[in-house]
């Protein structure tokens, strides 16, 4: 009987109990990144001999200098209970080829993105596979400068002087 009253006396007391609403906090922002795709044929450049090809971010995507971007190459596209399934590949990627290696490399402003196939043999014969109706996927990651750029994490030791409590294995 005690544990009936006193159940009902915590349910009553949990459910009851109701204060004023609190004030109305700030907007939050958005740190939700941002994803978009692009389909693409390289560009040769005998000069360099590289292939390339550069990528508008498009207008409705805010890019700030402290973002970071991360391209990824679709690899596969397979078939799944009726639908498909995409397999994509972080850029950098290599390939192994009979006449040697090539690089899928890039760089990016806050504006565009520069997409490289790099290699250490001649690519002016590159098969198209690689270089023509490639599609990439881009994810805007949003991130901030740090505030104090002379941290030092190297080592344990570095972790430690932050008063960080971590537990040694």
Same mark, same amino acid.
């Given at each position: 009987?005690r &544990? !009936?009253?006193l159940?009902?006396?915590?349910?009553?007391?949990l /459910?009851a109990?109701?204060?004023?609403?609190?004030h &109305?906090?700030? =907007?939050? #922002?958005?740190?939700?990144?941002?994803?978009?795709?692009?389909?693409?044929?390289f560009?040769?450049?005998?000069?360099?001999?590289?292939?390339?090809?550069?990528v508008?971010? =498009?207008n409705?995507?805010?890019v700030? *200098?402290?973002?970071? #971007?991360?391209?990824?190459?679709?690899?596969?596209?397979?078939?799944?209970d009726?639908?498909?399934i995409?397999?994509y590949?972080? #850029?950098?990627?290599? $390939?192994?080829?009979?006449e040697?290696? #090539?690089? @899928?490399?890039?760089?990016?402003?806050?504006?565009?993105?520069?997409l490289?196939?790099?290699?250490?043999?001649?690519?002016?014969?590159l098969n =198209? !596979?690689?270089?023509?109706?490639q !599609?990439?996927? $881009? /994810?805007?990651?949003?991130?901030?400068?740090?505030? *104090?750029a *002379? !941290?030092?994490?190297?080592?344990?030791?570095?972790?430690?002087? @932050?008063?960080?409590?971590?537990?040694e294995?």
């Open positions: 009987m &544990k !009936i009253i159940s009902i006396f915590i349910l009553t007391t /459910v109990c109701r204060g004023p609403r609190g &109305k906090g700030d =907007p939050g #922002i958005n740190l939700l990144g941002q994803t978009f795709e692009a389909q693409v044929n560009g040769y450049e005998s000069q360099a001999n590289m292939f390339s090809t550069v508008d971010i =498009p409705g995507i805010e700030y *200098d402290s973002d970071a #971007i991360l391209v990824y190459r679709l690899e596969t596209v397979s078939a799944n009726g639908g498909q995409d397999t590949s972080l #850029i950098p990627q290599e $390939f192994y080829l009979p040697g290696t #090539i690089s @899928y490399v890039y760089n990016h402003t806050a504006n565009d993105v520069e490289l196939i790099d290699g250490d043999f001649n690519l002016s014969n =198209p !596979i690689f270089t023509d109706n !599609i990439f996927r $881009f /994810v805007v990651l949003p991130s901030d400068w740090a505030n *104090d *002379d !941290i030092h994490i190297d080592t344990y030791d570095d972790l430690q002087s @932050y008063g960080l409590d971590l537990e294995f």
